[in-house]
């Protein structure tokens, strides 16, 4: 039983707050009143509450405004109510142990220059027409924010998405599209959907890490099928593993600028490996993220398709696209999808109904074809001279992909260099990259790298790519 007085454990609870941070300097403490109701105490309680946080000098009464938070010298140590543990520094967060490490490694660096994110910069996506959309939807419907959306979400949203992948050749009927919290959710109702904890999903060599979290995180073995910058999954390999003895019971493939490959999958391979996945029984989990940011007019055909058997399951998202801030993905589950809706309802319910309706409504119109083929045309720019930086600043042996698209850049170092020794260092002088190795879990990729070309180019950027190049040739 606590012996400590009600106020005192009160009193360390804010303290506690203002420790961790939740509580900063010049925020206002609830009033006495709003403790009182919060907390269930007396009149007397809740002021003996203030006069013990005044007392430990965090406390600043200002007349006729309340109560302040101020920062003292120096915290007391609390009296009875113990602080949790700070997390060990070995410690990871996250399912895959090397992906996290690389996180948290991240997380605690001052980042000067970010070359490991895939988005683009923030200036290139259309904040201010999705901002007017949003301010339209809630002017439109004043009640919007009280209520709660469909599981499968905004059925004009849905109509638009179906209609675009007309271009596509793809076929896909609105009422069975379910709107996501972006492709990683669309991907883990799929995986859900259709394999057991224990079975086996193939995925490619290199793939992109979170999907590696994901699996581990579902608690799925993985196999891993090498793939090429020029074609994609090996469908030779591909095929000599669904003939072996270990039942494949899905594949995950980024068929159009693969991340972190950046290829993009011949029509002809795609058909191929369409027909694979359905003669061995494979569920064929497509993730489309990427499609629309390729160069050419003519837009990529998706595995989609191709599917004479509804054996493929399409995933998608615009949060690479049109706006990383609003994370809208979407599924189309095929013959699984009654399964993907329960499973969505039971994992996060719908998602939020204003974003949907100000994303549908520029979707639908054709200054959102405008808006891509600028931002297409000023990725093609970005990655050009992107490319032209690194191949004059790294090391002599460095090789450097060409994506026909996309916002990345896969590149080979001579073998001696690590590629985690190098993302350590570029981290000491402020710089993020990619490190090869989060990629897959063999170590076929430790000399690799993957830079991020959405931000436009500029005299800081070189000089970051510049400061790498020395960082490389003083390892070599």
């Keep these: ?200 999903v193939a995925v490619e060599s290199p793939t992109f890490y979170g999907l590696l979290q ?14 090429s910058a020029h074609t994609g999954i090996n469908l030779a390999a591909l095929q000599l593993l669904l003939q072996g003895p ?8 980024i068929p159009n600028l693969h991340n972190p490959l950046g290829s993009i999958m011949p029509d002809a391979n795609k058909a191929r490996l369409v027909m ?59 013959k699984w999808h009654d399964r993907v809706e329960m499973l969505k309802h039971a994992q996060s319910r719908g998602c939020e109904t204003l974003s949907q309706l100000a994303v549908g409504a520029f979707m639908k119109t054709p200054s959102y074809e405008r808006y891509l083929r600028r931002l297409r045309k000023t990725l093609t720019l970005q990655r050009r001279q992107m490319s032209e930086s690194i191949t004059r600043y790294f090391p002599l042996g460095t090789r450097v992909t060409n994506p026909q698209g996309g916002t990345l850049l896969w590149v080979e170092l001579p073998r001696r260099h690590s590629s985690m020794a190098f993302f350590h260092e570029a981290l000491k002088v402020g710089i993020q990259i990619s490190p090869g190795d989060i990629f897959s879990n063999t170590r076929h990729f430790d000399h690799f790298v993957r830079m991020g070309c959405g931000a436009p180019y500029s005299p800081r950027i070189d000089e970051a790519l510049e400061t790498l190049g020395k960082i490389l040739k003083h390892q070599g």
């Design 1 to 200: 039983m606590n012996t400590t007085p009600l106020y005192r454990q009160l009193a360390n609870h804010y303290l506690d707050a203002i420790r961790s941070g939740t509580l900063k300097t010049g925020e206002r403490l609830p009033s006495i009143r709003l403790m009182m109701e919060k907390h269930a105490v007396s009149l007397s309680t809740a002021v003996q509450v203030c006069r013990e946080l005044e007392d430990c000098g965090v406390l600043e009464a200002r007349p006729r405004s309340g109560n302040y938070i101020r920062q003292p010298d120096t915290l007391p140590k609390p009296t009875s109510i113990p602080l949790p543990p700070t997390m060990d520094s070995g410690a990871y967060i996250g399912i895959h142990e090397q992906v996290s490490s690389v996180l948290k490694a991240s997380q605690r660096a001052t980042i000067k220059v970010n070359f490991a994110s895939a988005y683009c910069a923030a200036e290139l996506y259309p904040l201010k027409t999705l901002q007017d959309n949003l301010i339209k939807s809630l002017r439109y419907d004043s009640h919007l924010l009280g209520a709660t959306g469909s599981t499968c979400g905004n059925s004009a949203l849905r109509n638009v998405l179906a209609r675009r992948a007309l271009t596509t050749k793809t076929h896909l009927v609105a009422e069975r599209i379910v709107i996501t919290h972006g492709a990683t959710e669309a991907i883990n109702l799929a995986l859900r959907a259709v394999t057991q904890p224990g079975d086996t």
């Design 214 to 227: 994901i699996l581990e995180s579902l608690n799925l073995r993985v196999m891993e099928v090498p793939a």
């Design 246 to 253: 270990e039942r494949i019971k899905a594949l995950i493939v």
């Design 276 to 334: 694979l996945c359905a003669e061995h029984d494979t569920v064929l989990i497509e993730d489309d993220t990427y499609g629309d940011l390729v160069d050419t007019e003519q837009p990529l055909s998706t595995l989609k398709h191709w599917d004479q058997t509804d054996n493929v399951i399409y995933c998608a998202s615009l949060n690479k696209t049109l706006a990383p801030g609003i994370r809208l993905g979407w599924i189309s589950a095929g």
